[in-house]
């Protein structure tokens, strides 16, 4: 089954509703060998055009991963990614700020991990964390240290929606793509997943009760969610609601989109001028006239 990525793309228009998005969609397969398959084929090409973007070394790629607990953001970050060279790629996962983060603006911690031209940088949650974490619990914004009333205006989201559309525009005018990835899991599903986390002795290692607390907050996150997400699903900066329910599913949408993406750039290895051709004919010359 062909995917449609722009099925999965959040258009700068209008308001996100969740509840309306599927978190199950039609299979892109019909056994676990054509999932295989295709997933490979997608790491291939993938691999290819990664060592393009390194070479070329005029963008670079910003992939931003959103989602509550157990929808499946390092599964998919570690298979999708798994064919590319570690040189050329960057992972960061961003917990509760620092006490040193806490004394800069809110995108200053992850600004510092941008991924340099030629290289693909993944953010395992990222900035979007101040306005879907801190949002849900307004506790947190109250030990921000902001300045006197910036933390109790009721515009304080718009403030940061704002911030942030117009960073990633910067972003994008000067080399970087971003490209932002929110998987949408039932809270059915999640249950489900939990449960086999205490189940399987070998993923009790992911699970924690603060897990089980944030649940509670269920609709508020998705609340938080869909408004973060309409507010700053760009042309140059969007976001693809990924359902994900079904794991396989949601790693071969989140590879087929970034082989779009990185197809998308138009790149080129560099070519040699007259002068470089020149330097490598001598090379080659006086390689070849080495005694043997």
């Keep these: 089954m062909k995917i449609k990525t722009d099925s999965f793309r959040v258009r700068p228009v209008g308001k996100v509703d969740l509840d ?7 299979p892109f397969f019909d056994s676990k060998h054509a999932y ?15 060592r393009l973007l390194y070479a070329s070394d005029r963008y670079s790629l910003l992939l931003i991963f959103q989602a509550m607990d157990a929808a499946g953001k390092d599964g998919a970050i570690r298979h999708v990614m798994s064919g590319i060279n570690p040189q050329g790629c960057q992972v960061f996962s961003f917990k509760e700020p620092s006490s040193e983060e806490l004394d800069h603006d809110f995108l200053w911690r992850t600004n510092c ?39 109790d205006a009721k515009d304080v989201w718009k403030g940061r929606f704002r911030s942030i559309t117009e960073m990633e525009a910067h972003l994008h005018r000067n080399g970087t793509r971003v490209v932002k990835f929110f998987l949408h899991l039932s809270k059915e599903e999640q249950r489900k ?17 603060a897990d089980v607390h944030e649940r509670k907050y269920w609709d508020a996150y998705m609340k938080a969610y869909a408004e973060c997400i309409s507010a700053t699903s760009t042309a140059d900066a969007p976001w693809y609601i990924i359902p994900a329910d079904d794991k396989h599913d949601a790693r071969l949408a989140i590879s087929q989109i ?27 010359k006086n390689l070849e006239g080495e005694k043997r």
């Design 258 to 284: 970034i082989l779009e993406t990185l197809d998308g750039l138009k790149m080129a290895y560099p070519k040699a001028d007259e002068a470089r051709r020149k330097e490598l004919a001598a090379i080659r």
């Design 193 to 209: 997943r939990f449960l086999d986390r205490i189940k399987e002795s070998d993923k009790n290692w992911k699970f924690s009760l």
């Design 36 to 50: 295989r398959k295709c997933l490979r084929d997608h790491l291939k090409q993938m691999a290819l055009l990664q």
């Design 113 to 151: 991990r941008l991924p340099e031209r030629g290289r693909i940088g993944i953010f395992n949650r990222s900035y979007y964390e101040e306005v879907l974490v801190v949002r849900v619990h307004p506790e947190i914004l109250k030990g921000q240290n902001l300045p006197d009333g910036l933390g």
């Design 20 to 26: 309306k998005i599927p978190t199950r969609g039609q």
